[in-house]
């Protein structure tokens, strides 16, 4: 299967893309250029890794009949210092909140999507170390 | 240099990141759960690409004095069959249009970001195939 995104060129430093039919916008910062009126491009992986794991743990989580209260996904990225900067290393903190939760259930759902569904920690566990930690708050 | 995204589930499979101060929502289709509310998690990889090569490419050529009058960005890019389904390979085509265009610039620009800029496409590079092509519509 084959995806495909198209993205535009708005002016100076602003990209407008179609992905899955939706506009998502980039911009860089003033001091770069731009206006600031949407995210950093680079930044956006991080977002895809965690909307990525996030999906596959909510619907294993379902069908284990868990269910959670709140689920939030923080990932911390280290950039390297020289150019091309790119990301070398990433965590990835799965916080659930709920009542009486399971925890062996909910690690079971993290690493099935960590070790078997999720392709873009896949793709980014080639690319650089991934690490991840899950927290439950009661 | 560490970047920070927070992502929070907002219900069935809509989740929500905060990039670079920006909200960015992701959803799935109805026929997995979801509300299609948003782009895909794992094609936001490409629109990351694009947006990257695209900011590094347009301040090139603006230094280059070279001016545009369109430039556009498509990203292709092969999933595996298999679980987890991840892009083993990405093509990206850049298509600038203008009149009388400098090829051999346009082409600098590219190779630079391609190789010493952009930071998505670097890592992107140790986890698949990466190709690219120059268009030109005068």
């Not at 995104?5 to 731009?34: C, I, Q, Y």
Request: with cysteine; net charge neutral; glycine share 6%.
């Amino acid at each position: 299967m084959t995806h495909k995104v198209e993205t535009s060129w708005n002016g100076n430093m602003r990209f407008d893309a179609m992905v899955s039919g939706h506009k998502v916008s980039m911009d860089a910062l003033p001091e770069v250029g731009g206006e600031n009126s949407g995210p950093r491009p680079k930044e956006l992986m991080l977002a895809s890794l965690a909307g990525c794991t996030g999906m596959d743990v909510i619907s294993i989580l379902r069908k284990m009949k868990v269910e959670v209260e709140s689920f939030n996904i923080s990932v911390e990225a280290d950039l390297t210092e020289e150019h091309p900067k790119h990301y070398s290393k990433m965590h990835v903190t799965y916080l659930f909140k709920g009542n009486n939760l399971d925890v062996e259930k909910l690690k079971k759902a993290v690493d099935l999507s960590q070790d078997k569904y999720c392709g873009v920690s896949a793709a980014y566990r080639k690319a650089m170390q991934l690490s991840y930690e899950i927290k439950i708050v009661e």
